[in-house]
Nanobody, 127 residues
Framework: QVQLGESGGGLVQAGDSLRLSCAASGQPFTNYFMGWFRQAPGKEREFVAAVSRFGVSKYYLDSVKGRFTISRDNAKNTAYLQMNSLKPEDTAVYYC????????????????????WGQGTQVTVSS
């Protein structure tokens, strides 16, 4: 079992930045690809970003490329999502997730392949 806990959400204005953190425990952190997903009100949950076990490969939703950066610190068992130039359409509950299988490109989008999920953290961007 892996336990995941997100933090760092909040209310910001358009153009501001936030950094989300996802602390993991329970199993060796390097066993897992880490992903970030989000769910906006009235919408389905969608993929945002993923990072490979040692941070070499990273994948992003097109709409966040150039604004969001996913990273991980394996010594701290923590994954991050740095979000810059936030827009009102980025408003959502953000979830981190872990998968034991490798992925690449759109293969990382598949939510069912992520075995463990956090409870989510709310990000609200006002215009």
């Amino acid at each position: 079992q892996v336990q995941l806990g997100e933090s760092g959400g909040g209310l910001v204005q358009a153009g501001d930045s936030l950094r989300l953190s996802c602390a993991a425990s329970g199993q060796p952190f390097t066993n897992y690809f880490m992903g970030w997903f989000r769910q906006a009100p009235g919408k389905e949950r969608e993929f945002v970003a993923a990072v490979s076990r040692f941070g070499v490969s990273k994948y992003y939703l097109d709409s966040v490329k150039g604004r969001f950066t996913i990273s991980r610190d394996n010594a701290k068992n923590t994954a991050y999502l740095q979000m810059n130039s936030l827009k009102p359409e980025d408003t959502a509950v953000y979830y981190c997730a872990a998968r034991s299988t490798s992925c690449s490109g759109t293969g990382c989008y598949v939510q069912d392949e992520y075995e463990y999920w956090g409870q989510g953290t709310q990000v609200t961007v006002s215009s």
